[in-house]
T-cell receptor, first 110, second 114 residues
Framework: GEDVEQSLFLSVREGDSSVINCTYT??????LYWYKQEPGAGLQLLTY?????DMKQDQRLTVLLNKKDKHLSLRIADTQTGDSAIYFC??????????FGAGTTVTVRA | DTAVSQTPKYLVTQMGNDKSIKCEQN?????MYWYKQDSKKFLKIMFS???????INETVPNRFSPKSPDKAHLNLHINSLELGDSAVYFC?????????????FGPGTRLLVL
């Protein structure tokens, strides 16, 4: 979407960390989400962060939020082949809609 | 025990036909959504219903008509299908209407119009 931007592709070696970046424009965004879509499958919610938080960690996933710069990132530690997927950043603001980025295709190579 | 289910999973049809996609959620959620994902993977909301009432209606052609017979179901009927309607359609639900309500997605319906 035009309000949420992500880089389109990321290639990472198995065992390395992946960092997926996202920027958004709506300053009223209250919740920001990361969804994962595996080939031929639906969207799976990975994690979300409330806008008054800077960081959230959940096992191998770390979300960083810089509200001033409207920048969100998702770090995946020890990336595995099963992490190959499209990752969507999304923001939710006053109008209850989720606005999605175009998705970052992550390819994990051996 | 599927949370949000959609039928059919795949739909191939000719231009000009009318088709319906069904969505059901067994999560007890009040709010349901339809999203369209185009060939470039771009996802955009189409409609949202809260307790069977339409609350979001994005700029979608009149050929698309959602129907919510009860709060567990949100169906999407498409009249006079066009080539550009080919996409993956995702249904989603959330506990209630609101910013902080996480949306849970169905597996998608892959529509191909020939």
């Amino acid at each position: 979407g035009e309000d949420v931007e992500q880089s389109l592709f990321l290639s990472v070696r198995e065992g390395d960390s992946s960092v997926i970046n996202c920027t958004y424009t709506d300053s009223s965004s209250t919740y920001l989400y990361w969804y994962k879509q595996e080939p031929g499958a639906g969207l799976q919610l990975l994690t979300y962060i409330f806008s008054n938080m800077d960081m959230k960690q959940d096992q191998r996933l770390t979300v960083l939020l810089n509200k001033k710069d409207k920048h969100l990132s998702l770090r995946i530690a020890d990336t595995q082949t099963g992490d190959s997927a499209i990752y969507f950043c999304a923001e939710s603001s006053n109008d209850y809609k989720l606005s999605f980025g175009a998705g970052t295709t992550v390819t994990v190579r051996a | 025990d599927t949370a949000v289910s959609q039928t059919p999973k795949y739909l191939v049809t000719q231009m000009g036909n009318d088709k319906s996609i069904k969505c059901e959620q067994n999560l007890g959620h009040d709010t349901m959504y339809w999203y369209k994902q185009d060939s470039k993977k771009f996802l955009k909301i189409m409609f949202s219903y809260n307790n069977k009432e339409l609350i979001i209606n994005e700029t979608v052609p009149n050929r698309f008509s959602p129907k919510s017979p009860d709060k567990a179901h949100l169906n999407l009927h498409i009249n006079s299908l066009e080539l550009g309607d080919s996409a993956v359609y995702f249904c989603a639900s959330s506990p209630r209407q609101g910013q902080k309500e996480t949306q849970y997605f169905g597996p998608g319906t892959r529509l191909l119009v020939l």
